[in-house]
């Protein structure tokens, strides 16, 4: 196949997309849409930015989809405008690049998942963590030496926390911020250790939130593991990062180990070990942090390898958010229904 033609719907994360293509060989963004001008006034204007980048700005998203011959569309917009995206692109067998977190509730992610089975098209959801060369090795070493997974303790931060009047907490969109920033955590966790089961929370509104703000949790899983997480936007932009995952597992232990959401170092050794294996990675750049998911994501589309994360790993990573949030507020243990 020629160079793959995506499309982009939202250029707000969707300038990070734009971006980050251009890293990659054999794929090029020729057109996005945005429905907003404010925000292309924003950027300097429309015609500053098709000049800059290369590419041909439309208001409407079916229009683009109709004039250009797309081979694929990232859809860079915020839940609640989802699902009439996911339609007109699935009707028109596009292939399709979904951002996190799936939904705002368990119940509409279920809806989407169905909705995403009634087309042909391939549907990936956004997770760069678990395409991350350091957390594709360590599920490697899962399968093979290492073996399963028994127990994990993960972590992820940030300084970041939206303001109370913020879309982030809207019911209707994010539902929170655990489940519009940390899906990223909990869709890593469920990648190494499957299924999640219940989860068990304590945490709170530290930052005067809506909702909860930062959680101290742990999850089970059916394979019988089970992890505990932090996470949240308590933390402190200039420091935030270093220890993401320890995962001990059958045969050994690994720790994996970089900046936040960008992992470089993954240290690992079987129980008998003398000496730890110490690997390190690339790590993709703060703001093209979706490099390796997109990288997977064309390879679907230019030669049918199977998503690198399905909706219902989109479904699964909210699901543990809802029970997550829930269990902070009920003070109960909360089944991960999905
Ligand atoms: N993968 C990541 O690491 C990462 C990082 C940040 C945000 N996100 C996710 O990306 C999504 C978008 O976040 P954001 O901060 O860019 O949101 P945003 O609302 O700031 O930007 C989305 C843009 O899409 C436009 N839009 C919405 N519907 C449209 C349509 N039908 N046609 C044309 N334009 C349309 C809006 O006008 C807006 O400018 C969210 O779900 C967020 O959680 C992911």
């Not at 304590?202 to 930052?207: C, D, E, L, P, T």
């Not at 690994?254 to 960008?262: C, E, K």
């Not at 294996?277 to 093209?288: G, I, K, L, Q, S």
């Amino acid at each position: 196949m020629a160079s793959i033609k995506l499309g982009i719907v939202g250029l707000g994360l969707g300038q990070w997309m734009v971006e980050t293509v251009k890293k990659i060989e054999g794929a090029q963004v020729v057109a996005a849409a945005e429905n907003m001008p404010a925000r292309l006034d924003s950027m300097g204007g429309a015609e500053a930015y098709e000049k800059e980048n290369d590419l041909r700005l439309y208001q409407e998203a079916d229009q683009m989809m109709d004039d250009e011959s797309l081979d694929a569309i990232a859809l860079a917009v915020m839940p609640k405008h989802r699902r009439a995206l996911i339609e007109s692109a699935g009707n028109r067998g596009l292939p399709m690049l979904i951002e996190k977190p799936w939904a705002g509730n368990v119940q509409i992610g279920r809806e989407l998942v169905e909705l995403c089975h009634s087309f042909d098209a391939p549907c990936q959801i956004e997770f760069p963590l678990r395409c991350m060369p350091a957390m594709v090795r360590l599920r490697e070493l899962m399968t093979g030496n290492l073996g399963k997974g028994w127990m994990a303790n993960a972590n992820l931060m940030m300084g970041w926390c939206p303001p109370p009047e913020s879309k982030h907490w809207d019911a209707e969109n994010h539902n929170g911020l655990l489940n519009e920033c940390y899906v990223h955590l909990f869709d890593t966790l469920a990648f190494l250790l499957g299924r999640p089961k219940s989860a068990f929370s304590f945490g709170g509104s530290f930052r005067g939130s809506p909702m909860p703000d930062a959680a101290a949790a742990v999850i089970e899983f059916e394979s019988g593991a089970s992890a505990s997480l932090t996470c949240g936007g308590i933390g402190a932009a200039s420091v935030d990062g270093g220890h993401l995952l320890e995962i001990w597992t059958e045969n050994g232990l690994a720790r994996v180990s970089g900046r936040q959401w960008l992992p470089d170092t993954l240290e690992w050794a079987l129980r008998e070990a003398k000496e730890p294996t110490v690997e390190r990675f690339h790590a993709p750049e703060r703001f093209t942090l979706m490099e390796y998911n997109m990288r997977a994501f064309f390879n679907t589309v230019r030669r049918g390898d199977p998503v690198a994360a399905t909706p219902e790993d989109g479904l699964i990573a909210t699901a543990m958010a809802m029970a997550i949030q829930e269990s902070i507020i009920t003070g109960n243990r909360v089944s991960v229904d999905c």
